[in-house]
């Protein structure tokens, strides 16, 4: 008969566990609330931090950030998110500045979008940063939005969008030249020597063809923001004119004179007119039988000498007859553009054509890699750059307009044109030069040219110039200089490009000795 053993040594482990657990209880239980640190109200919306607090340390509020969805409560449908980002703001130190984060303000409704019914930014000038971050959201607004000095708006990867409201009606800044959805620094806020730190990124904007008094909405309007000011990453959608006639410009962005020094601007998406044909049902000018509307349209406008233009694609769904004057208006001097892929505009850059009415002297710019293209959904590109003549601008659908502003020491760099990729297609030209009276390189075909330089005006109308490229050139008034290689020396052959270079690969041995010519009245003469 078998026997059961007692587990005698289950009872041993359980004497020895038990003390041990009603130690960890009372070690780790909350303790009472007079054994609790402080804990401080004023702080509200404010990361939580170990502090001073009425004479003791307690919880209190970090000044560096607030957490505006405290404003809400967790439940922020039907909010007005820029009340909330105002009053967040209002609670920052007026000495230290900080954070607004704003990315927990998220309507819950698919679909929906923020309603904001206030410009959210204090107008006063800043001394101190003040940084908001944007909800991944869209966000009605129904007022210009104006950025004071020292301040910085920054979205979620593009997908915080603004969005101008129609009813209730868009409400602009009424002392802005142009009515704008956002302003960098504005006339009552900045200092005379303008604003400073103002920048925007990671934003879309979507123009949604809203109106004011007969014209479209401008993007960003800079006309007062100065040094540390800038725009990175930031897609200009839907912002273009309504009308043939409108004036002034509807523009992406818009660099007015009072913004020198601001930049750069990088990675700018402006797919100004993507969303429909550039035709409506309203009065002339027609194309083709059809009304034409966003000629009048813009993705970017320089008027001051900046930081530069770096990366920015433009976009326009138009016809060879109903597309915009031109994606890029350089207008002021001492600029760089650099990184441009444009479709569906007549020009991509155009140059000196004072279709603001300033007649500046505009010199001193550098543009490079720049391509014209035929973007077959999107629309046709009939100039890579233009460079206009003031007093004798070009008619038709030019951008360029009269005045009395001159153009020169202009250096581009890596231009292509593209176009239908058939003998009998459309014609893009790489380069327009109508001060020279020159197109470089036309043709249904890919043209590139690696280098034209513009000079200054050396006589009554002679230009000095020069290019790499050795062919294409029609309607020229005069030979443009290139620069060639060979390896035999060409002294006393006649030459037909003044001022034109030659280079002598096999030179400095014998009767090979000279290395470098110079093409002077109409033979090659060596100078080196």
């Not at 940063?129 to 009605?140: D, F, G, Q, R, S």
């Not at 459309?426 to 249904?444: E, F, G």
């Not at 008034?477 to 030459?495: E, F, H, K, L, R």
Request: proline share 6%.
């Amino acid at each position: 008969m078998k026997t059961q053993r007692v587990a005698h040594f289950e009872w041993h482990y359980y004497y020895l566990t038990l003390p041990l657990l009603l130690a960890g209880y009372f070690l780790i239980r909350p303790t009472s609330m007079h054994a609790q640190a402080q804990i401080c109200t004023s702080g509200e919306g404010n990361n939580a931090v170990y502090g001073p607090c009425n004479g003791q340390t307690g919880v209190v509020g970090s000044t560096a950030l607030i957490d505006a969805s405290a404003w809400c409560n967790g439940n922020c449908q039907g909010a007005d998110i820029c009340q909330i980002i105002g009053d967040a703001i209002a609670r920052l130190p007026s000495n230290i500045g900080g954070v607004v984060d704003a990315r927990g303000v998220v309507y819950s409704a698919t679909g929906g979008g923020e309603t904001c019914t206030v410009n959210p930014f204090p107008q006063t000038t800043r001394s101190v940063p003040l940084t908001v971050l944007l909800p991944p959201e869209k966000i009605l607004i129904q007022t210009t939005w104006i950025l004071p000095s020292n301040t910085h708006v920054v979205g979620q990867n593009g997908n915080s969008q603004l969005v101008p409201t129609q009813n209730p009606p868009f409400q602009p800044d009424p002392n802005s030249p142009v009515p704008a959805m956002m302003e960098m620094g504005s006339a009552s806020d900045c200092p005379s020597v303008g604003c400073t730190g103002v920048s925007i990124e990671h934003v879309k904007l979507d123009g949604g063809g809203v109106q004011v008094n007969g014209v479209g909405l401008t993007g960003i309007y800079n006309g007062y923001a100065r040094d540390g000011s800038y725009v990175d990453d930031v897609s200009l959608y839907r912002i273009a004119a309504v009308s043939a006639t409108q004036s002034p410009l509807t523009t992406g962005l818009l660099i007015d004179t009072g913004a020198a020094g601001s930049g750069p601007y990088t990675n700018i998406n402006a797919a100004s007119a993507a969303s429909q044909l550039c035709t409506d049902n309203n009065s002339p000018p027609l194309c083709n039988g059809k009304p034409i509307t966003c000629v009048p349209t813009a993705a970017v406008q320089i008027r001051a000498t900046t930081r530069g233009l770096h990366g920015i694609t433009t976009t326009a769904r138009s016809t060879q007859c109903t597309s915009p004057a031109a994606a890029i208006y350089l207008d002021g001097s001492n600029n760089t553009i650099e990184d441009v892929h444009d479709e569906g505009y007549y020009d991509a850059v155009v140059v000196g054509d004072n279709v603001d009415g300033l007649n500046a002297t505009v010199s001193g710019n550098a543009i490079w890699n720049v391509t014209g293209d035929y973007g077959g959904n999107s629309g046709p590109t009939t100039n890579a750059i233009h460079i206009c003549n003031p007093q004798q601008p070009a008619g038709g659908r030019s951008a360029c307009s009269s005045g009395t502003g001159t153009v020169g020491d202009l250096g581009l760099f890596q231009i292509e044109s593209i176009g239908s990729n058939t003998g009998g297609g459309y014609v893009t030209t790489s380069i327009k030069d109508d001060l020279t009276n020159t197109n470089v390189n036309p043709t249904p075909f890919d043209a590139f040219v690696g280098i034209y330089a513009l000079g200054e005006l050396t006589g009554s109308s002679q230009y000095s110039r020069f290019t790499t490229s050795l062919g294409g050139n029609n309607n020229s008034s005069a030979s443009i200089p290139t620069w060639g290689a060979g390896s035999t020396d060409v002294t006393g052959n006649t030459c037909s490009q003044q001022g034109a270079l030659y280079s002598n690969t096999s030179g400095g041995n014998g009767q090979n000795a000279n290395t470098l010519f110079v093409c002077a009245g109409s033979n090659w003469e060596s100078i080196k």
